[in-house]
């Protein structure tokens, strides 16, 4: 998959009204949208889904979806369907395919709204995590902030060598 053309950073917060949409700025919108108009919405951790451009996504789901269908084609797979099967549950229920209201307003789709929990009137916090956009319960987002920050500087000095 070709790198990244844009470096999405920044944190914001926002409301979801009282219909499941939020407003992304301009140029997070446009990162997270494709040609085609659309968007990727994904369920990472629970309190926490992401936004992806669909082209990016489909391009490294399908990557990995291969080498399972490789594995499973050459028989490695025939001990492990139960694993197997629970990849395909996650798989078919982790992404959804969305397009950007006037291409900056997002409607949460149902299923990933109880997986961030944050009911209609309530705020997230939206995140670049430069490769895609985050949206947060605040609660979590503080949390795995608070965890992962003290980790920042090795983290930056491992990636940047």
Known sequence: MPAPTTFIQGE???TIDDRFRVSLP???????TDESGSTIVTK??????SLWSAAEWQARQE????VIRSKIEAGAMDQ???EVQRLGRLLSTRSKTVQLANRSRLLIPEGFREFLGVPAGG??????AVICVELWNP???LEALT?????FGSLFKELVV
């Open 80 to 82: 492990r369907w139960g």
């Open 147 to 151: 965890q992962d920050m003290p980790e």
């Open 26 to 32: 301009p140029e997070m919108a446009q990162a997270v």
């Open 123 to 128: 705020e997230i916090m939206l995140i670049g």
């Open 12 to 14: 914001l917060k926002r």
């Open 44 to 49: 990472e951790r629970f309190g926490c889904l």
């Open 63 to 66: 990557r990995g979806v291969d």
């Open 139 to 141: 609660a979590t987002w």
